[in-house]
């Protein structure tokens, strides 16, 4: 069998397979993982693959045939044993006998759960019946671009006959479920010794007796699917009909400026997050003279459709516009907003499903735009997460590619708007959206915490992490930064944080951070002004060096980074948090701490100056006073402590007591105590909070407000 491909990549690895030998469940999961990891084999959480094998069963105690296949939802490249159902071969095949035909079809899917074998199951996925009804021991469906784009082209039938010599068979459009399962199997009884069936604008299926014969059968039929259209694009003529729009140089900063307008014209029903790419592909489709004529197609590939919507909308501004006046900006957008948005309540109206009375399709969703695309800049999309969003871009790169394959061996076809509405508002679909966990507090908040790669900065943007946001981690110190980083990403995923140096007396650098929170993420909601630092000493022997220290990073540092924010959220114009830590000593007056202590008190009258200002914009503005946060500080690790050590007459080692001793509460303050009064002000329950402050101190009586 072949090991050499050129557009697909072989990764078996034998002594890896040999240790699997005697656990086919082990190998399927094995074999499954290998075409996950390859995106021009099929993109994520698309597909499914499976095997057949004798399993004793538990009430008779006789080997009985066992389908072991992907369950619902979950991805290939990542499946564990615990993404799979398994059912009972027999129960499968006798489901015909009470099918009703193509009208009853979604009642089979309950009836899935009666052929389950492992209690320990995955819920079976609507592709069950396509795995259950052909014969073969190993099979793989898959969405590769290059199968698709023969499936999406209006000669595709012809095409894929001509190329495999009828050697892989051809469906007709069908959406998935029972039906198409059995039209599966017609297609293999009426083309024996087939070895592979495409199914029209969907997808491939392929097989084999064993995991590594399916392997390689896979990667044989991509990888000529693949050859024949690099060997004929281009020769139509240009790729998409040349170029008509030139990509800008800075595009990162058009991108960056234009994001957060989106995203507030994106979230007219729900906050929605963003992310971008310039990638090449992206540049060559949206730049091109066939923009115009293919992007208002649609996808065809449903696992494409279901992500980026029925279609993009594309953006009539010069990549290289000035984009400062806002509010013209703003009148210019909004009713391309508003167009697209009658578009897809029109298609809903047009094509939902009346049966002699209401309607029984689900409510219209969201009529925004998912996919946005900026000729000469690149595209956006914007949806309820991170994970959401930058998936539904790789989709329509996946479309993209498809398009590009079919234009150039044929012409590209898309889902007619009835069987793709038939998708999207497919009721089964309805009921697993329905089953999805609800948002926690915090998803679709972007959030900018200063100095968050340690002590009370980490532990505030960890708990919004927690809590749903997205956050933007950032510091001075890079080798901090770097473990903060691989610590967010271990336990949180790539999809929750990005990161990136800020001196916040530099309003270049601030500016740096907001960009990378609207390409990453489409923008901000929360500012959270953490970055500090302490010296303690009397007048006598504070220098003027470091008083302007002092006031360059506290006082100066919170007006720039506040500045820089509250351009933004003006942008989204969806309200929005600053949260400012201050300082029980913003009103204790305690010795050696005139510098310290009137910076922050600056802080504090900035609170709520700030507050007063920006009430209109819905923008909220507030406070929380910490005090003797010792633990992970940076601050604590140097003169500070030894400062505030010798005014109060003890050893460094005995502060934390000290601090705890003098409370009220008698309790040492941690950063995850300050972190808890943040989520407090941002979480929701004090939505209508404004100009107020938050003492996390322990309690020390005379830092109480008055």
Known sequence: MTKTFQHVSYLWDDAEAARLADDEVALLIYRSNLLGADLRLTNYGGGNTSCKLPEKDPLTGQPTPVMWVKGSGGDLGTLKKSGLAALYMDRLQALKKVYRGLEHEDEMVALFNHCIFDLDSKAPSIDTPLHAFLPFAHIDHLHPDAAIAIAAAKDGRRINEELFDGQIGWVDWRRPGFELGLELERCLAENPGIRGIMLGSHGLFTWGDTAYESYVNTLEVIEKYSEYLEENIGKKGPIFGGQTVAPTSGRSTQAAKLAPVLRGLCSSYTRMIGHFTDDDRVLEFINSNDLDRLAPLGTSCPDHFL????????????????????????????????????????????????????????????????????????????????????????????????????????????????????IEYWLLEEAKLQRMPKPKPLSGKIALVTGSAGGIGKAIAKRFAQEGACVVLNDNDNDRLNEAKAEFLKTFGKDTS????????????????????????????????CAGISISKSIAEHTEKEWDLLYDILVKGQFLVSKAGVEILRKQALGGDILNIVSKNAVVSGPNNLGYGSAKAAQAHGTRLLAAELGPDKIRVNMVNPDAVIADSKIWAGAWAEGRAKAYGVSVEELPAFYAKRTLLGEVILPDDIANACFAFVGGLLDKSTGNALNVDGGVAMGFLR
């Open 498 to 529: 990005t990161s990136i140096g800020l001196d916040v007396t530099s309003a270049e650098s601030i500016q740096n951070a907001f960009d990378a929170a609207a390409l990453n993420f489409g923008g901000i909601d929360i500012v959270v002004n």
């Open 307 to 422: 992500r980026t919507k029925i279609r993009p909308l594309v953006l009539e501004i010069a990549p290289d516009a000035d984009l400062s006046d806002v509010k013209t900006l703003k009148e210019k957008l909004t009713p391309a907003f508003e167009a697209y948005r009658e578009m897809y309540k029109t298609y809903y109206e047009t094509c939902k499903h009346r049966d002699d009375g209401p309607p029984n399709s689900p409510a219209m969703r969201d009529p925004n735009p998912v996919v946005i695309l900026w000729p000469g800049v690149g595209m956006f999309t914007f949806a309820k997460d991170k994970q959401t969003a930058r998936v539904a871009a790789e989709f329509y790169i996946n479309a993209i590619n498809v398009m590009k394959g079919a234009e150039a061996v044929s012409e590209y076809t898309s889902l007619p708007a009835q069987e793709a509405f038939n």
